[in-house]
């Protein structure tokens, strides 16, 4: 069965740290979590905390010595963008990679329409049990 574990190590690699690029249309953000699209995430309280104490230069390093900031980010994932997928059911790591990658950048019904679509099912972006099936087949023979 697929690992969260797995997943949410490489994602905070590739997510990074602390940014707030006005260019960017997700504003603020911190190992990926935009505050525009999380706003009640409590890691932003712990965030401004320290904005206010030290400033954003060098910021990253300060926050990432912040275990309890981790945590609550991986919680958050977890909670938001893996499970709503049921992805510990999913017996392949690839296609578990692959939904929760698509719905952290681009959205839990996006992520589900790309399923149905592989699958060939009426794509409605609604999580069922026969998607869950279907991809817990598919996952077999990847």
Not at 61 to 81: G, P, V
Not at 86 to 101: G, M, V
Not at 122 to 132: A, I, N, Q, R, Y
Request: hydrophobic letters at 35%; a negative charge; glycine letters at 8%.
């Amino acid at each position: 069965m697929a690992n969260f574990d797995i997943e949410f190590d490489k994602l905070i690699l590739a997510e990074g740290g602390y940014v707030n690029d006005p260019d960017d249309a997700g504003g603020e953000t911190y190992l990926g979590i935009s505050r525009k699209n999380n706003f009640t995430w409590k890691g932003w309280k712990i965030i401004d905390e320290i904005k206010k104490k030290y400033g954003t230069k060098g910021i990253t390093s300060i926050l990432k010595k912040d275990s309890n900031l981790t945590e609550s980010a991986k919680q958050l994932y977890k909670e938001k963008y893996w499970d709503c997928l049921e992805l510990d059911d999913i017996p392949s790591q690839d296609i578990a990679h692959q939904l929760f990658d698509t719905c952290v950048n681009a959205g839990r019904t996006t992520a589900i329409n790309i399923a149905q679509q592989v699958l060939m099912m009426t794509v409605t972006g609604k999580w069922s049990d026969e998607l869950k099936y279907n991809l817990m087949q598919y996952g077999k023979h990847v």
